[in-house]
Structure formats: C-alpha cells, structure tokens
C-alpha cells in the first residue's frame, strides 16, 4: 500500500516530480521516460505516483500546460493588444510566439510525431479541451483589439483561436516540412496570414487599417 503523506510532504513530492518529470521529458522524452524513471528520480516508491498523477502522459500534459501558459504570458507582456492592430504588428507577434515554441526543450520533444500521437491517445478528451479553453482566454483581449480595428470583425472568436493554434502546430512538424525549407516556409506563411487576416477586413491603406 503507498505511504501516506503530509499535505506539505505531498505538495514537495508534486513539485519534485513536476521538476524531474521536465528534466526526463525533456532530454529522453515521452516513450523513453518510465514511471519507475519518474519516482526513483523524485525518491518514493513507484505505486505512490498514482497518488499525484493517473499516468505519465498526465504529468506530461501538466507540464505542456505550465509551459505554454509560462509562453502565452512571455509574448501578451511583450505584445500589449493596441500594439498588434497593423500588419507588422500581427507579422511580429505571430514570429515571436512561434519562435519561443520552436526555443522551448520540451516542446521541441513534441516534434517526435510518435510523442504527440501516444500524448494524445492516452489523454482524456476533457484534458485536452483545457488547452484549447486557456489559448482562447489568454487571446481574448488581442482578437477583441482586432476586432475593434475592423480586423476580422465579423469572424468567432474560437476561429481565430483555431487559425493561430493551427499555425503554432506547424512548429510540432518541423521535421514533417524539413528543416531546411521550415524557417522560410512559417515566415512565408505568417506574411501570407498577416496579410490576409487586413484583406480579408475593412480596407486598408499601406500597413494601417482604415
């Protein structure tokens, strides 16, 4: 039977197997990392991680969710929403995220289709629909400045959302695209997309909308 604990024993065992679960996905990924890794890392027995998390795959997502929320923060502080109503403005926001996902270690691991997949399979539906529900907060006061600006006034929220994070996963396939084509392929496509979210919009004039 696993050791009972302390709520602040429990809390330390959280935090340690959140650290050395980012340390262990991060260097040896998803498929590579057992739950014996996990537990001998943080130092309990391995029946007692059920009690902080229901599998591997858990403690990965909640590691996922912690580093595109620590992203998410990173790019609004950068990028006020007044600041990204023009087309450079979208062009700079839109590069800057992307290349923060592209820097980070851990989402980098998420690059092995084969992690993404086992990521996915074993995860209930509601756990991913979180991340879909923060992306969709967190973006809110941006899309509501474009929309304000005439920017894709008339489109839905979730829409958006779901154009941005469809152009984020492309990070997740830099492989897929090859990694000598993939710079000038997400450049291509954020001046494309900047360039289409003001046509697709009230006129403009050079970079501004009018």
Sequence with gaps: MPKKFSDQERELIRQKLLSEGRHQFETAGLRKTS??????????AQGSFYMFFASKEELYYELLLEEEQRIRNAVLELFPPDE???????????????RMMDESPL??????????????RKLPKVQLERNFSED??????IITSWQRAGILSGTPSESIVGMIRSLAL?????????????????????EL???????????FKG???V
Excluded at 89 to 98: C, H, N
Excluded at 178 to 188: D, S, V, W
Aim: hydrophobic share 45%; charged share 25%.
């Design 35 to 44: 739950v014996e890794d996990l537990t001998k890392a943080a130092g309990i």
């Design 84 to 98: 990204v109503c023009s087309k450079e403005g979208i062009k700079r926001f839109l590069s800057y995220s992307l």
């Design 107 to 120: 989402l980098r691991k998420m690059m092995d289709r084969g992690e993404m997949e086992m990521l996915f």
């Design 136 to 141: 969709q907060e967190a973006l809110l006061p």
């Design 170 to 190: 492309l990070t997740l396939h830099k492989n897929d695209i090859g990694e000598a084509q993939y710079t000038a392929t997400i450049e291509l496509l954020v």
């Design 193 to 203: 997309l900047s360039a289409g979210m003001l046509a697709a919009s009230r006129p």
């Design 207 to 209: 970079d501004e909308p």
